[in-house]
Every structure is written in C-alpha cells, then in structure tokens.
C-alpha cells in the first residue's frame, strides 16, 4: 500500500506484482515527460519519456501513461523485483527550454 | 558506470574554505547542468549552461560560482558556504536540438558537507 507523510511517501509491492507510481505535474504548458529511478548513493537514471503528443508510451516492463486534462503521470512497472527498490521522481519540461523541475518523488520497496 | 562523470565523490569543508566541484561528460552533450538534491527531497535546479554560456540561474547566493571551460566541463566554485548547503550536487547534461528536449543524464554526485 502507499503512505504519505513527512517523509517520502511510499509504496510496498510484492515481489511479481506490477508497481503503479503517480505523479501531479504542475505546469500546463510542460509537453516533455520523463520518469527517473534513484538508487542510494547514486544519480537518478532514466527511465522512460513521453511527449504530450502521446497518451502512453511502452519500454522493457515499463508503461509511462500521460494524462494532459487532470495533469497526471503514471509509471507502470510490471512483475516488479527487488532491483526495482529505489526512489522514483517525474520530471516535466517545457520544449525550447532547459528548465527541469522534478516532482516530490515516491519511495518503492518490494517485499521479497 | 554514469557518462558523467563527477568529482569528488564526497568533501567536507569548513565555512571559510574555498573549493570547486567538478563534472565531465565525453557525449557532445551542449547542455549542462547544476542540481542540489537534500535528504528525501527531489532535485532543485541551480544553474544551467547551454553552448558554454550561463542560460539559467535560480537565483543561487553568490557563494556558488558556475563555470563551464568547454563544451565537455563544468564546475560549480564554492566558498564561504553555510552549514545548509550540505547536500547531494548533481551534474547533469542533455542534447538539446530542433525536435525537443531529451533526458537528463546524470553523474552520480559531489555529497558535500559544510562544518
């Protein structure tokens, strides 16, 4: 389940079940969507992307769906797996500039 | 291994100390960029660089001095910092062209504290 507090929220998922993280974007001008994994001690690693001329957008156990009338992301992991344990954070941005803001981010853990 | 690469991995330093942090990418990358990152929180960008010129500054106390020698270099000069600024510095850069944006990809981070 999720849990959100003073801390990082957070989402706990069995191992091999599919993981859902939400983001809010902010900006309704934003049209370049990214999802990062940060591991502890380690830079954020890209994910997936998705221009706003998409609604969803497929990788390797990964869906990115985009919601441009609610201002919402979603990241879809399936079958999820330990390697999976990490912070998620989404980015939005706006094309022409380099202004990247990133959302609050959302602790995973995957229970063995 | 990140293709950007940062350095150092950690330093502490003390309120009246003078020191530079260091980033280098080899992707021809034109776009680079500066993040603070503190504890549980996201990333806050600082400064951004685009064909060696300062394009973005986030309104960043004088204390942190940007500097980008060439296309492949970044450095962030630090000096009279405070006991606040200790937190995760990411380097980050990107190629930027005519169809849109693209990832971020960045180093793994200086871990800075201030005593």
């Known amino acids: 389940g999720e849990s959100v507090g003073l801390h990082l929220p957070t989402l706990s998922v069995q191992e091999g079940d599919n993981s859902i993280i939400n983001c809010a974007y902010s900006?309704?001008?934003?049209?370049?969507f990214i999802w990062y994994k940060q591991e502890s001690g380690k830079g954020p690693q890209f994910i997936i992307d998705i221009r706003s001329n998409m609604d969803k957008r497929q990788g390797q156990r990964v869906t990115v769906l985009l919601n441009k009338t609610v201002k919402h992301l979603s990241l879809q992991i399936a079958a999820t797996q330990p390697g999976d344990s990490a912070v998620y954070f989404c980015a939005e941005a706006t094309s022409g500039t380099y202004k990247y803001i990133f959302g609050t981010g959302t602790r995973l853990k995957v229970l063995a | 291994d990140t293709e950007v690469t940062q350095t150092p991995k950690h330093l502490v330093m003390g309120m009246t100390n003078k020191k530079s942090l260091k980033c280098e990418q080899h992707m021809g990358h034109r776009a680079m960029y500066w993040y603070k990152q503190k504890a549980k929180k996201p990333p806050e960008l600082m400064f951004v660089y685009s064909y060696e010129k300062l394009s973005i500054n986030e309104s960043v106390p004088s204390r942190f001095s940007p500097e980008c020698p060439n296309s492949s270099l970044l450095n962030l000069h630090l000096h009279a910092l405070q006991p606040e600024d200790s937190a995760l510095y990411l380097c980050a850069s990107s190629s930027q062209t005519g169809f849109g944006n693209s990832p971020l990809h960045f180093g793994n981070g200086t871990r800075l504290t201030v005593t």
């Open positions: 900006n309704s001008a934003s049209d370049y």
